[in-house]
């Protein structure tokens, strides 16, 4: 059974770091691109970055270039979100995904990680 | 990356169908074969009902389809049932190999 296990949400201040994990299991993890998506409360899901098999290649959103680093850890089967400068607009639920071939369609979803920026 | 436009309620009674329209442009869901359909319930993570525009993944309902014409798809939902009422989101690829969804469009049951 596929399952992909968030971790690492919390509150954090303005300007502040914190690094999601999402722990993959039940398939062949260095075989998928993986993907985070993130939903504000009470909002639509917003794609924010994505990662080929071995971490050579990733790209972001525009809202979060430049602050956000995702990498992955085929070793552990793990999935990472760095978040850096961290901002009120960033409050949100984060959810690791996994990405079908080719169109990378996400066919399986975490249960999400909540993130809150807040002094 | 502007989202892609959808419709922000849709509703019907048990057994009819509805289409829920989802707009891009030539750079997304006009420009490839790569959009996708999401149904998530309040408090759950989204769940992959159309990917490639009109393929199901295995599980899914046959009552669930989609397609697409130009720079708008669609998913249709035929004899419709209590438990479809959720939030559904489209998403496609991009000109910029980014991903870009919709604004999500929320399903009444009637």
Known sequence: EVQLVESGGGIVQPGGSLRLSCAASGFTFSSHWMHWVRQAPGKGL????????????T???????GRFTISRD??????????????????????????????EANDYW??????TVSS | QSALTQPASVSG????????????????????NYVSWYQQHPGKAPKLMIYEVSNRPSGVSNRFSGSKSGNTASL???????EDEADYYCSSYTSSSTWVFGGGTKLTVL
């Open chain 2, 13 to 32: 009674s048990p057994g009819q169908s509805i289409t829920i329209s989802c707009t891009g442009t030539s750079s997304d869901v006009g420009g490839y």
């Open chain 2, 76 to 82: 249709t939902i035929s004899g419709l049932q209590a």
């Open chain 1, 74 to 103: 085929n070793t552990k089967n793990t999935l990472y979100l760095q978040m850096n400068s961290l901002r009120a607009e960033d409050t949100a639920v984060y959810y690791c995904a996994r990405g079908l071939s080719p169109s």
């Open chain 1, 46 to 57: 917003v794609w924010v970055s994505r990662i080929d098999v071995d971490g050579s290649s």
């Open chain 1, 110 to 115: 975490g249960q999400g990680t909540l993130v």
């Open chain 1, 59 to 65: 790209i972001y959103a525009d809202s979060v270039k």
